[in-house]
């Protein structure tokens, strides 16, 4: 611990670690070039790997140049942070192992599923670093520029009212226990199923009224992402099962890459309210919120129950776990991400000072733009390589 406490994050030691780290994303997606065009009936020397491993060398040291030109390299040296440094640091001992991994000990198919993964691993780190804006920026945001309950004429003021969705979270447990134990007495009583729904039911009705009836503040509107969780979950259950029978399911790629047009878009309500705030100076309503909370749990559904299958599905069985954990540190790496964007909307307001609504809301929107551009963008990759990694998982659904 003492030696941690000891780093200094010198402008040195961060460019040095971007540069590297840069260049280990340059081999990882050499590794997967490789493993999409190798021969295991004919074995290659390094030699005749290098013209190849070069290219890709050449193509990180050109990342590395637009970086510096644009400026990337300066925003990070500045706002870069111990965490970011560890993370990375714990990513690029990843990198390198699974790069000697898939080039020497597995075999064409294993290692096209293994870069197949790695790509769906990548739009859960770009996924997650827009999803955890919905704890900071969007957070700030909401608390300066957006009204904060949903329907003000229903909200109770006077008293303490008691919130109902305690009850329906005592419920939930309690209707699982008795229908388990109806379910051991009578196999095929209908009494559990409509036990379980009733309880689902009261919770989404407990859930609904506590929003509209209670005062919400900008932290407790973070409940919207779990309320539509709930919601849609059921919806997307039916919806998949649906479009499987039909044969009509989409591919594993191509949900992640909906998740990531539907992560990107959610910011495109954010941005509105804005330009509504700049435009009016007065505060925009919390309805672009919801909007945008939708949106995101519509890209959520896409990505992250596929995302978690892939990994058990698409790993060689003997490092799933380590592969698994791969994905969550991934989306760990994302959260210090987030914060590390969010940097880019920060408003010191002066004590005895009042904040501008109008350069708040004009940085607040750059970032919603920035943030929408890279999912779109992102979405737009992932859904053109998408027949490419369905034909890398080698049949697997």
Request: with cysteine; hydrophobic share 60%.
């Amino acid at each position: 611990m003492w030696g941690v406490t000891r780093i200094q994050l010198t402008p040195d030691v961060v460019r040095w670690t971007f540069y590297i780290v840069v260049m280990a994303l340059a081999g990882i997606v050499w590794t997967m070039w490789h493993a999409w065009r190798r021969d295991d009936a004919r074995t290659q020397g390094l030699a005749a790997q290098a013209p190849s491993l070069a290219m890709f060398v050449l193509l990180g040291a050109g990342v590395i140049a637009l970086s510096t030109r644009s400026g990337v390299l300066d925003f990070f040296i500045e706002e870069a942070t111990l965490a970011l440094v560890l993370m990375s640091v714990v990513f690029l001992a990843v990198g390198f192992w699974y790069v000697g991994f898939v080039t020497r000990q597995c075999s064409r198919v294993e290692a096209q599923r293994m870069g197949a993964m790695m790509v769906l691993i990548f739009a859960a780190l770009v996924f997650y670093t827009l999803y955890e804006q919905t704890y900071g920026s969007w957070v700030t945001f909401t608390d300066r520029l957006l009204t904060k309950d949903l329907v003000p004429s229903l909200v109770i003021r006077e008293g303490t009212p008691w919130p109902w969705s305690i009850v329906a979270l005592l419920l939930a447990p309690l209707a699982f226990v008795a229908g388990a134990a109806i379910s051991d007495r009578a196999p095929g009583s209908t009494t559990p199923r409509l036990m379980f729904l009733a309880a689902a039911l009261a919770m989404v009705v407990a859930l609904l009224r506590d929003a509209l009836v209670l005062p919400q503040s900008a932290g407790s509107l973070t409940y919207l992402g779990a309320m539509f969780i709930v919601l849609l979950a059921p919806m997307f259950a039916v919806i998949w099962a649906w479009l499987d029978r039909r044969g009509l399911d989409p591919s594993k790629p191509t949900k992640s890459a909906l998740g990531l047009l539907f992560g990107g878009l959610s910011f495109l309500p954010l941005v509105f309210a804005a330009h509504q705030v700049g435009a009016t100076g007065e505060m925009a309503s919390v309805w672009w919120l919801v909007l945008a909370y939708l949106l995101l749990e519509l890209g959520e559904m896409c990505l992250y129950p596929v995302g978690l299958s892939a990994v058990t599905q698409l790993s060689v069985p003997r490092v799933v776990s380590l592969m698994m954990g791969t994905w969550f540190l991934a989306t760990a790496f994302s959260e210090t991400l987030a914060a590390l964007l969010g940097k880019l909307a920060a408003i010191e307001v002066p004590e005895g000072e009042t904040l501008d609504l109008a350069h708040a809301a004009t940085k607040y929107a750059d970032l919603f733009m920035l943030l929408m551009g890279m999912g779109v963008a992102c979405a737009v990759v992932a859904m053109l390589v998408a027949p490419m990694l369905r034909r890398m998982m080698h049949g697997v659904k």
